[in-house]
């Protein structure tokens, strides 16, 4: 059972054949019953699957969530079946969970979905994330040992644990694969094994018209350990389980370097017309080739979902040597607890990811009229709670000191062979170096948060927010607790001009579902949003911060100013109007437009309209607040109101009415200082004060 | 001059060796003066500059546009002084442009914008995208050669020559690099040479700390020819430029495969202290440095800007070399269009971007009452218009059979040994395989547009849009005449599940400046939105369209329904409220969701609510027009309203409006049948209906 065995004969008895075979009749039967789906690989995978579940990987089913475990990734997430099979193997499904597949409330959907199906490590489907959320997951398990057992030889501390995965042509081909490979070879991420079934079949047939090139070789030239099993051997297709094994045995004992198999095999073998083909990649075989499939298997063609106790019987002793493997395990496991009482402690911590007490007090309060940039602030605080959250980690897509994203003095998480002059590598280290890898970082964001308790941060400018958008999606989807440190947000980005500078993309990302994007107003803001941000692991929370300085309000007692702890309320009433009278207008802004709300509430009282501004750093905390408290900062009665941010307007509307007015840009940027920019484009406490003037006058009709 | 010469010593003068010194001075005073930009990379890449754009290329200044011209594209955009230094050695730019660089109005902005200053052939920055543009511009040139002049012996045809590009370390490591290199390898794209400035420095300094594959040895894999050129021999650096020429005509000699020449440079070379770091990557070098470097290049410190008339005279030469070049050439193109009328024809239209005569008279038309998907209508039109329209060409990242793109009996653009028995290959074809390669095809299909006057597509499922989204946002930066064919547009898709259906992507999209997303109602609004898209080829256009079938609406006279030609305005009444009455409530529906709106308009009808039904599937067109006919469509007075699609509600606020109601999902889907999704997640006539009486029902107050 456990992977650290030495190599060995494979023991694959006529019952093992049996269950591989029932893997096969199962399949076909589930996407028959769906109508749908994708029953070739999962027919074909059948033997490594097998292997890999009732063999080689270390896992409880009876605990699933056993810190210990060797985690599973589905890259190929089409091939659902190849793992929900292997979890109703495992007793973690039943078999209705097979006939149920693809239908509305099952726990086996189209592509395995983690959080909804146990024994789900990560929601696959998107081609290549599966691959990067392994490479994060290797890169979690390395960190979190060194926080929590560094000075255990290699393989015997009871975190040690091994990352699989499962890629397809389609992985091989995605962009992704190269950012997370390359990396991963970089990290030198012994603990990985990847197989790749190059079956060279795809949606469109024959991958022959897209794929000519050398997988192996490319793999080699990222310094990955390669290995190459051929099943489709001269004429015959055998199906060699034991040099497979053999593989595998080779690539655990590979502890330098992440592994790749690649193994040949024929999708939908032995479907006597399927095989081979891509209808049987993405559709249902069909009722006269599903019965010539089985009777060649030695199944009855009139009969479904068939699985002969003696089959199931022995599938389900994988339980068995699991729970024993976890027992074994226990020993070692308390033995480190008790020799290691404050690392104990982290983990229990990070395992119910929970911070630690008083952790807020090193969080940095900036002083009142001083010029900060948000990204700066940001920096600070990240610093700032280095030492008391070593939980925190993260790094950039190479722009570290524009995102500010280094903490002070930290160690890098990269092979000491890999040290520069400017940063210092480690093991264990705790700075991550993407390179310009930004959908890479977003799906190995996703690996780290779904391996363990540590709380993985990425950055780069928010206008290549879209090179990562694909990861940041399923982060969404997942609700994993990544964060995004996005700067350089606007056009205040200056002179790199219109394809560094976001215009469209703080709508954009707020239109995924259950992403908060966070835009704060000035410094103390943007340390109050990271403090909330830190104490809501709840979901994926992405920063909006800006390459200018930015005033830092005062917001003391008698200021009039409201303090930036309110920023957790999404919304709040900055300031309101002169004399807190009834707001005639209210400005509503985010990050480095506040500024300018403020000074036209400045212009407009000199009028003698009274406005009130509201800093709306996170629409989506203000979203869950109670209504009462949303009336009261934007009440219903008051129609003369005025949004102003550096974007497109879309996502303001809402907030604006039909009387309101909305500062906004609505076309691309250009290349210049930004003041100029920000003047040109009409953004300035005049323009504000001017729609305010407007939108009065549409209320008055 | 003209890149087809026999290899030979090259002719280096003294006069060569300063002019290229005096680009790195230009390229120092110019960030000097601007305060910012990337000084170190403009200068180690001088003699390679110089080199192409003296030497190797063949273009003519006096006629930028020139149809036989090399294509350069300066993949690392960031360097682009690499380029405008060029372009003023040629006359297209004025000292006086390096002087305003990075200014606003200039016509040298922080990065190359195509359309905006002359001779640059791509907007570049965001890394990977210019390699993939390159690789897109080598396609066009075989397909469009394929068209004009398909049996010239191999570089015998007027319309022969080559695309060159420049990549850096970011370029390489991104993964678009990835996807469009494989397809360029398996393309076999000889007319391609790109040269991979090796200098191992990015913002974050050294490069050791996050690039460690072996990027000759991964282009191998890829099957490219791969040279590699050492300036950094052991303790010294020599810019060995005939070394660097002599690859260059290797690589030019090499037509069955793309080339790449990996030259390892020092950046910022030969600055004293700049030279070899980060700093030197992205900041001005400071007044000192600036000063000590160009006292090492001879050149007095306190003179900035300084083109000695020599130099000047020198390289201007070029613009002579240049228009010989072109004169020679219209000879051999005179007498290719006295010989190929036809041919010549084709071209003349395509240059103008001019659709033949009648080319609309096989659009098809769909029968009424007949349930059709609209991706199999856009299918329709596609393999109707194919051979009256051979410009227009393209494909699929893998789901060719789902997005149905493949023009019926027309053969694939591949070698033709990678034909398979679903895909015959052709040289000259025009089935576009991409692989599942979204951003890849992205960047290609803008690469295809700029190079002439082809019409690409590309297609994958919408919720994929997010892979390619850098290349989309660059096409409408471009205003690239560029087509998304973007199917399984909601969550209709059905059982493959959250993953696969886009719910943001509706909006994300329309977020983008200057794209246009079609989301048709029925069959007949696709055919009619794809004559107005291919009529007007002034910005990228994508379409959205159904996996399951639609109602076939009956527009015939007396139906009471509006003819689907009206789709060229965006929005338009598809029927008006029962007896043309004044509606109560307007209900603004696209896509699948039409068909909802108008049994709603039923519904209400029996209560006696006056319905109007307007199909919206372009908001962009509908912008477009001018306000009186929007208010006769949507007319002010008219409050109530309810706006139905299949996405979040975000773009449907500001035609809503206070009173208005939204049927939309503000979360991810689910995996069942597409009937039980719109079911559960409230998608139906009915809840439409609801929210038309609770809109009347606000507006009643």
């Known amino acids: 059972m456990t992977s650290s065995d030495a190599p060995a004969p494979l023991d694959w008895t006529d019952l093992d054949k049996r269950a591989v075979d029932t893997i096969r009749a199962l399949a076909m039967d589930a996407v028959e019953k769906s109508g749908n789906g994708h029953p070739g690989t999962a027919m074909s995978l059948a033997p490594a699957a097998y292997l890999l579940f009732q063999r080689l990987m270390r896992y409880d089913p009876a605990d699933p969530d056993w810190i210990a475990r060797d985690r599973f990734v589905l890259s190929a997430g089409h091939t659902s079946l190849t793992l929900y099979i292997q979890l109703f193997f495992a007793g973690l499904l ?14 086996t959907p189209g592509h395995p979905e983690h959080g909804h199906t146990p024994g789900v490590e990560t929601t696959t489907g998107p081609l290549g994330q599966g691959l990067g959320n392994a490479v994060g997951m290797a890169m979690a398990a390395r960190r979190e040992r060194g926080l929590l057992d560094p000075d255990a030889p290699a393989g015997q501390s009871p975190f040690d ?53 050398n997988v ?33 045995e080779k690539a655990i004992a590979e502890t330098d370097r992440p592994s790749l198999i690649v193994l040949r095999t024929i999708i939908a073998w032995p479907a006597p017309h399927a095989q081979n083909t891509g209808k049987a990649h993405g559709a249902a075989l069909g009722a006269d080739e599903v019965a010539a499939t089985k009777r060649i298997l030695g199944f009855d063609p009139d009969e479904t979902f068939v699985v002969e106790d003696e089959v199931l019987e022995h599938v389900r002793k994988v339980r068995e040597r699991g729970g024993q493997a976890h027992r074994d395990w226990t020993g070692a496991f308390s033995a480190w607890r008790t020799e290691n009482p404050e ?73 000491p062979e890999y040290s520069t002059k400017e940063f210092a590598g480690d093991w264990y280290g705790r700075v991550l170096h993407f390179g310009i890898r930004e959908h890479g970082m977003g799906a190995i964001l996703n690996g780290i948060a779904l391996h363990g308790g540590t709380r993985p941060y990425g950055a780069t400018f928010l206008v290549f927010s ?47 579902p259950g992403l908060e994007i966070i835009r704060p107003g000035d410094a103390n803001e943007t340390a109050a949003a990271w403090k909330f941000a830190l104490s809501r692991p709840d979901r994926p929370k992405g920063f909006a911060l800006s390459r200018q300085n930015l005033p830092t309000f005062d917001r003391s007692e008698g200021s009039g100013f409201a303090p930036a702890s309110e920023v957790g309320r999404g919304g709040y009433v900055l300031v309101d109007a002169p004399g807190d009278a009834v707001p005639d207008v209210i400005l509503i802004a985010t990050g480095s437009e506040l500024q300018m709300a403020v000074a036209a509430r400045e212009q407009l009282a000199e009028e003698g309209v009274a406005a009130r501004v509201v800093s709306m750093p996170c629409v989506e905390w203000f979203d869950a607040q109670d209504k009462s408290y949303r009336d009261t900062v934007l009440p219903p009665t008051v129609r003369a109101r005025v949004c102003v941010e550096a974007g497109i307007a879309q996502p303001w509307y809402r907030f604006a009415g039909d009387a309101g007015r909305i500062v906004s840009i609505e076309h691309f940027g250009a290349s210049a200082d930004y003041q100029t920019l920000f003047e040109e484009f009409g953004f300035t406490a005049g323009t504000v004060a001017q729609a305010a003037r407007e939108s009065l006058e549409a209320v008055r009709g």
């Open 94 to 107: 039943d078999l209705e969970d097979l006939k149920h597949f693809r239908k509305w409330g099952s726990r």
């Open 161 to 213: 644990h091994r990352i699989y995965t499962i890629v397809s042509d389609g992985d091989i081909e995605e962009g992704i694969s190269h950012e997370v490979s390359a990396l991963a070879g970089h990290q030198k991420l012994g603990n990985l094994v990847a197989l790749y079934d190059e079956n060279k079949i795809s949606i469109e047939d024959d991958t022959t018209i897209a794929l000519s090139e």
């Open 216 to 248: 192996a070789e490319r793999y080699e030239a990222y310094g990955w350990h390669v290995q190459t099993v051929e099943w489709k051997r001269s004429e015959e297709y055998v199906e060699d389980v034991q040099a497979l094994y053999d593989a595998y």
């Open 343 to 415: 690392r104990a402690r982290l983990l229990d911590r990070m395992r119910e990811r929970r911070l630690p007490e008083g952790w807020t007090d090193r969080i940095p309060t900036f002083e009142a009229g001083k010029a900060v940039a948000t990204r700066k602030a940001s920096g600070a605080v990240i610093s700032a709670l280095a030492p008391v959250l070593p939980e925190l980690w993260g790094g950039s897509a190479d722009l570290a000191e524009s995102n500010n994203t280094t903490p002070v003095g930290e160690p890098s998480f990269i092979p």
């Open 466 to 512: 879209d090179y990562m958008r694909p990861s940041v999606r399923l982060a969404a989807l997942m609700q994993l607790p990544v964060l995004y440190v996005w700067t350089h947000d606007s056009i205040g980005l200056g002179e790199d001009g219109p394809t560094h500078q976001p215009i469209e993309h703080l709508a954009s990302l707020r239109a995924i």
